[in-house]
């Protein structure tokens, strides 16, 4: 999979909500971040705590065979690169 375009009239939010979204389809998770999701984790100011949290809360189980960091990890990164984005993606 590509690069996540950014070079659209999209609201920033939007690029971000789809970005993740992109992460998640290569990682192979079925999880899709409507508007409605999206804006309810906004009211997380980290972005690794509102990956946390939503897997925590939407996708308990998986808690049982991988370490949350982990996976909130391996999210960001792939959301990262998608994005082009550079940095220290622990920072966040």
């Known amino acids: ?12 939010h939007e690029i971000e909500r789809n970005a993740f979204n992109a992460a998640f389809s290569e ?9 409605k999701t999206y ?3 906004q009211t997380i100011a980290a972005e690794s705590e509102r990956v946390r ?7 308990r ?9 982990f996976l909130v ?4 990164v792939t959301k990262s690169r ?3 984005e550079t940095g220290n993606v622990a920072a966040a």
């Open 39 to 41: 804006a309810e984790l």
């Open 61 to 69: 189980h998986l808690l049982a065979a991988y370490d949350a960091d």
């Open 82 to 84: 998608l994005t082009g």
């Open 1 to 12: 999979m590509g690069q996540v375009s950014q070079t659209t009239t999209a609201a920033p």
């Open 27 to 35: 990682l192979g998770l079925c999880w899709h971040w409507d508007e």
């Open 53 to 59: 949290r939503y897997v925590e809360s939407q996708h």
């Open 73 to 76: 990890d391996a999210i960001r």
